[in-house]
Nanobody, 113 residues
Framework: QVQLVESGGGLVQPGGSLRLSCAAS????????MAWYRQGPGKQRELVAL???????TYGNSMRGRFTISRDNAKNTVYLQMNSLKPEDTAIYFC???????WGQGTQVTVSS
């Protein structure tokens, strides 16, 4: 059983930055592809970014160039650096073991002036 705990969300002004972290325990972290998803108010959950075991990355169209996903296998942690934030980035951000039903509880990101 894998446990995922997100942190780093909060309120930020448009154009600002946040760094989310997701700490994993209970599994073989380095063997998992990891992903961040988000769900905005009244919207479906969408893929934000994905990082493969070898470090290759994939991003959602609206995030490319602004967000960076990374991982530290020694710390069993995956990160999401978010820059140039926009109000439409407001959502609950979830960490996920990609293609598996392991999810964190989510962390709220609110972009507002």
């Amino acid at each position: 059983q894998v446990q995922l705990v997100e942190s780093g969300g909060g309120l930020v002004q448009p154009g600002g930055s946040l760094r989310l972290s997701c700490a994993a325990s209970g599994g073989s972290f380095s063997l998992y592809a990891m992903a961040w998803y988000r769900q905005g108010p009244g919207k479906q959950r969408e893929l934000v970014a994905l990082i493969a075991t070898g470090g290759g990355t994939t991003y959602g169209n609206s995030m490319r160039g602004r967000f960076t996903i990374s991982r530290d296998n020694a710390k069993n942690t995956v990160y999401l650096q978010m820059n140039s934030l926009k109000p439409e980035d407001t959502a609950i951000y979830f960490c996920n073991v990609y293609s598996k039903n392991y999810w964190g509880q989510g962390t709220q990101v609110t972009v507002s002036s």
